[in-house]
């Protein structure tokens, strides 16, 4: 099997890649990680990767030291393992700040197994452009975009009508604003089915993370965004599913793990057995669907103005949810004031409608500069 590049390999996905490469011997060529240069090591010590790179650069010196009696290269920055040869670049990192090492990995021609939904949102054109000029390949690995990418294998030349796009709802599903006025950090942390990093988990508290999904998909799939269905499914067993012409839905099932869909990422187009638990329907027991209450989470709306509008309005309502989700977890706003700090930068930041990479930079600053402004 080919090795692969695993860019935020200290994550919750960075860790769960790592039990699949270890299920599978996979050969781990380069790990990075920010700055938890403690679980790196470790991690370096284990599978002994020819580089390991932090993208913090005060913590490189730290790292070079713990590294010295190994011959594994010490780097800092992260865009330079994104590029080297190998047979996939896992992106895990969090943030638009995978964006570039997503951009580096296809440029240098390297099939990219991709987790940082953010790179899709804050530049769906550029990077799908850039996969289709250098005829590579990206892979899904966010659970619903990976059950979306199953349900079309095989679907040949026909087309979806509809994606359907399930939701867990959160932590908060069925609350109403005025019962999230007061809610504490840790509940909001606190989510039922999946256990993820931090700004993940406020994402799913707040539904930005379905408004992010649904851009992810817009791109991943050339879909319209009015094709796209958002169905609140509590188990988190289905996993999404399309409809097609005719009528029929096929869906993707499984538990919640994300490791199947890691792993599928990792060694498409073949299944190999799973570390993940399989699924068993007399189980779960029963299954049920709901709706997004778009009134109350207005992360939701907001990133479908965005993707309706285009341009850089994407980039502005991500990276304005980034800049918020880092102060509330930061104790500096309260859980309501995400989303109304999303709806403001996106009315307030300047629109570009057809932006180039700088462009979208540019955006990232103004639109974290605009909340931590005015909000923080
Ligand atoms: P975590 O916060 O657990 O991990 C993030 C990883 O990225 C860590 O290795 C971290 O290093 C590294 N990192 C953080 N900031 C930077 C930076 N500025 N530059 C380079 N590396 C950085 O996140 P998750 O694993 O939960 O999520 C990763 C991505 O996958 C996100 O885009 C998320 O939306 C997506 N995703 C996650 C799912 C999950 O189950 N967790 C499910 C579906 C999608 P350090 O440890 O040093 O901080
Ligand atoms: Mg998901």
Request: aromatic share 6%; net charge negative; with cysteine.
């Amino acid at each position: 099997m080919d090795d692969i590049v695993l860019l935020g390999s200290t994550g919750s996905i960075g860790t769960q890649t790592l039990d699949v490469c270890r299920a599978h011997n996979i050969r781990v060529k380069a790990l990075s990680a920010n700055s938890n240069v403690d679980l790196l090591e470790r991690q370096a010590r284990e599978f002994r990767p020819e580089y390991a790179a932090v993208a913090d650069e005060s913590c490189y010196a730290d790292l070079k030291t713990r590294l010295a009696d190994t011959d594994i290269k010490v780097i800092s920055g992260i865009n330079e393992l994104a590029a080297l040869k190998c047979g996939r670049v896992v992106n895990a990192v969090v943030g638009i700040a995978g964006l570039l090492p997503t951009l580096a990995a296809i440029e240098a021609g390297n099939d990219v197994a991709l987790a940082n939904k953010e790179t899709l949102v804050a530049g769906g054109r550029l990077v799908t452009e850039a996969v289709k000029r250098r005829g590579v390949k990206l892979l899904p690995i966010d659970s619903e975009h990976s059950a979306i990418f199953q349900c079309l294998m095989g679907a040949g030349e026909n087309r979806f009508t509809k994606i359907i796009l399930t939701a867990s709802g959160g932590p908060f599903y069925g609350k109403k604003r005025e019962e999230l006025e007061n809610v504490a950090k840790d509940q909001a942390l606190a989510h039922p089915n999946w256990n993820m990093g931090a700004k993940i988990t406020i994402d799913s508290a707040t539904l930005m993370n379905k408004g992010l999904e649904l851009i992810e998909a817009v791109w991943l799939f050339g879909a319209n965004p009015k094709q796209v269905e958002i169905v609140v499914q509590r188990q988190s067993i289905i996993h999404s599913a399309v409809e097609f012409e005719d009528g029929a839905v096929i869906a993707q099932l499984g538990s919640a793990d994300m490791r199947l869909p890691i792993q599928l990422a990792l060694t498409y187009p073949r299944r190999l057995p799973c570390p993940a638990k399989k699924l068993s329907l007399f189980d779960v027991g029963e299954l049920t669907f709901g709706r997004a209450d778009e009134e109350t989470f207005v992360c939701l709306s907001a990133a479908k103005s965005a993707i309706a509008k285009g341009g850089n309005a994407p980039c502005i309502v991500n990276c304005a949810n980034e800049a918020a989700v880092g102060l509330f977890l930061r104790d500096k706003i309260r859980f309501l004031d995400i989303g109304d700090a999303v709806c403001s930068a996106l009315e307030n930041v300047g629109f570009i409608a057809e932006p180039s990479l700088d462009d979208i930079l540019e955006t990232r600053i103004a639109a974290e500069n605009y909340v931590l402004t005015k909000f923080g």
